[in-house]
């Protein structure tokens, strides 16, 4: 069997490689190269997966059995994937818990709305679109779905893991690394559901191989820890000890912060209900074995996350003020 992987190099796409590679796939990488090839003996075709030409060459030359999107973030991309790989046994792209439209507990694919896509969001780039963006790609994999095309996504929420380039959870990795009280805002309950990198790439095979044609999935690890927990949690896979100390808006304020300053930080729950891929008989790997990998590669790593939150200075400022309450 012949995968073909768009993207392929660095986060999700790197280890959706691996994924395939130990379920026997050929596979092919197709990107503009700008980053380096992780991978000896793994093929390398060169394109720009926005360029359609480019997406219909690859098809005819790899000619894959499934096709794996790593890196779409436009719906005309995926219009383009989707006449491109038609005859493939599967295409399936990455979409996003970001493309539900409203707050729900627990976000469900057939239940729960997705954001609307104007014409002038869908060409857009900004975050503020990346949602109603995803959610127009889900409908796009919906309507080839109808049109006979074996396509599907995969709605993960903030993903973490070995080789993470956004570095948002590797911000509390060195944190609980490097001090031993560290601030948490809010109550420290704030609930955002979480993706380990190697249960996507997981995921996305499974879809590709056991997925219904249109279907969209979602994926999260298995146990939902708040922040507050996932501090104590990195300390363990650190094997050391951390006082998490809390900070309400008002007393992060005195030190000029606001609690979306953080990382990961949400005030209202982000979940996904994952039973619809789990009935595919996939599973999540265990949050302590997937730590212990996530922590280890981020220490061999030269990241630190830092600039994703408030300097160490105005978090000590915040607990000076705490400390005199």
């Given at each position: 069997?012949?995968?073909?992987?768009?993207?392929?190099?660095?986060?999700?796409?790197?280890?959706?490689?691996?994924?395939?590679?130990?379920?026997?796939?050929?596979?092919?990488?197709?990107?503009?190269?700008?980053?380096?090839?992780?991978?000896?003996?793994?093929?390398?075709?060169?394109?720009?997966?926005?360029?359609?030409?480019?997406?219909?060459?690859?098809?005819?030359?790899?000619?894959?059995?499934?096709?794996?999107?790593?890196?779409?973030?436009?719906?005309?991309?995926?219009?383009?994937?989707?006449?491109?790989?038609?005859?493939?046994?599967?295409?399936?792209?990455?979409?996003?818990?970001?493309?539900?439209?409203?707050?729900?507990?627990?976000?469900?694919?057939?239940?729960?709305?997705?954001?609307?896509?104007?014409?002038?969001?869908?060409?857009?780039?900004?975050?503020?679109?990346?949602?109603?963006?995803?959610?127009?790609?889900?409908?796009?994999?919906?309507?080839?779905?109808?049109?006979?095309?074996?396509?599907?996504?995969?709605?993960?929420?903030?993903?973490?893991?070995?080789?993470?380039?956004?570095?948002?959870?590797?911000?509390?990795?060195?944190?609980?690394?490097?001090?031993?009280?560290?601030?948490?805002?809010?109550?420290?309950?704030?609930?955002?559901?979480?993706?380990?990198?190697?249960?996507?790439?997981?995921?996305?095979?499974?879809?590709?191989?056991?997925?219904?044609?249109?279907?969209?999935?979602?994926?999260?690890?298995?146990?939902?820890?708040?922040?507050?927990?996932?501090?104590?949690?990195?300390?363990?896979?650190l094997d050391t000890e951390v006082e998490v100390v809390t900070?309400?808006?008002?007393?992060?304020?005195?030190?000029?912060?606001?609690?979306?300053?953080?990382?990961?930080?949400?005030?209202?729950?982000?979940?996904?209900?994952?039973?619809?891929?789990?009935?595919?008989?996939?599973?999540?790997?265990?949050?302590?074995?997937?730590?212990?990998?996530?922590?280890?590669?981020?220490?061999?790593?030269?990241?630190?996350?830092?600039?994703?939150?408030?300097?160490?200075?105005?978090?000590?400022?915040?607990?000076?003020?705490?400390?005199?309450?």
């Amino acid at each position: 069997m012949n995968a073909l992987v768009i993207g392929g190099t660095r986060f999700i796409g790197r280890h959706t490689v691996e994924e395939l590679r130990s379920h026997d796939y050929d596979v092919t990488v197709f990107n503009r190269g700008n980053h380096e090839n992780p991978f000896e003996t793994v093929e390398h075709v060169t394109g720009d997966r926005t360029d359609p030409e480019a997406l219909e060459d690859a098809a005819q030359r790899i000619d894959p059995d499934v096709v794996v999107d790593c890196v779409a973030y436009h719906p005309d991309e995926v219009r383009h994937a989707v006449d491109a790989f038609a005859d493939a046994n599967a295409y399936v792209v990455i979409s996003s818990g970001a493309a539900y439209g409203i707050d729900a507990i627990p976000k469900r694919e057939d239940e729960t709305r997705l954001h609307e896509c104007t014409d002038e969001q869908a060409t857009d780039d900004s975050w503020e679109t990346y949602g109603p963006r995803k959610a127009a790609i889900d409908r796009v994999v919906a309507a080839a779905g109808e049109a006979g095309v074996n396509a599907m996504s995969v709605r993960p929420p903030v993903v973490y893991g070995p080789h993470d380039y956004t570095e948002r959870f590797g911000y509390w990795v060195d944190r609980v690394a490097n001090h031993d009280r560290v601030v948490v805002p809010g109550d420290g309950d704030g609930l955002r559901h979480m993706v380990f990198v190697e249960d996507v790439a997981s995921a996305l095979v499974r879809v590709a191989e056991h997925g219904d044609s249109g279907e969209s999935y979602n994926v999260g690890d298995r146990r939902l820890p708040i922040l507050e927990e996932w501090v104590g949690l990195v300390a363990d896979a650190l094997d050391t000890e951390v006082e998490v100390v809390t900070a309400n808006a008002r007393e992060l304020a005195a030190a000029d912060l606001a609690p979306e300053d953080f990382p990961l930080h949400l005030d209202y729950p982000h979940v996904l209900s994952t039973a619809k891929l789990a009935a595919l008989g996939w599973e999540a790997t265990p949050i302590e074995d997937a730590l212990d990998r996530t922590v280890r590669a981020f220490r061999e790593s030269e990241r630190t996350g830092r600039e994703n939150g408030p300097e160490r200075a105005t978090e000590e400022r915040v607990l000076g003020i705490l400390d005199t309450v």
